[in-house]
């Protein structure tokens, strides 16, 4: 399975780095104490994720991806996050898809939010109806998204690129995925 060529490859590293690179820059520029105990590490860890709900013409799926992030500096925060995603369509399919992420975050400004995330995925689908002869799979899926969007105090909207899109094993339709996430 080609995902890229090797010129296309070092692009999309290169572009992941530049956005950590930045953030890394400006978490050098604020002046904040490393915590002294462990409440002050408590302090600066925020809580949230996304849920998700679809439905319509014999289709079902729900989504729980919980995640925590620490606050660096006003601007940038780095994290881990779990995906748990169950979906189904009637007389075709079932899947049930579980991984996890490590993602930054960058606010160039209050309202703007920009993000990194590496995303591995564990896929498994299983056929029924009249796609029972289709094989049955189980397969781990790497996706590395890079996206932007307006954030209100605690609830951010948005949309993300997935640059190792793979249209034959991707769990998403296209490499474009709206978001929307929330933080306390």
């Known amino acids: ?83 748990g995603t169950y979906s189904s369509r009637k007389d075709q399919f079932t899947s049930t898809i579980f991984g996890g992420s490590i993602i930054s975050l960058f606010n160039p400004i209050r309202e703007i939010q920009l993000s990194a995330e590496f995303e591995e995925l564990n896929v498994n689908r299983k056929f029924k109806g009249s796609f029972s002869d289709l094989e049955d799979d189980s397969y781990w899926y790497p996706a590395l998204f890079v996206g932007a969007g307006y954030r209100n105090n605690n609830f951010i909207v948005g949309i993300r690129y997935d640059l190792l899109y793979d249209e034959t094993t991707s769990i998403n339709q296209n490499a474009w995925v709206p978001f929307v996430r929330v933080f306390f």
């Open 1 to 83: 399975m080609k995902l890229f060529s090797l010129p296309t490859q070092k692009i999309v590293l290169l572009s992941g780095f530049l956005l950590l690179f930045t953030a890394a820059l400006d978490a050098q520029d604020d002046k904040i104490d490393p915590p002294k105990t462990k409440s002050d590490f408590w302090k600066s860890v925020r809580f949230g994720g996304g849920l998700g709900l679809g439905t319509g013409n014999g289709f079902f799926s729900a989504t729980l991806a919980p995640t925590a992030v620490y606050q660096f500096t006003q601007n940038f925060s780095l994290g881990v996050g779990l995906n």
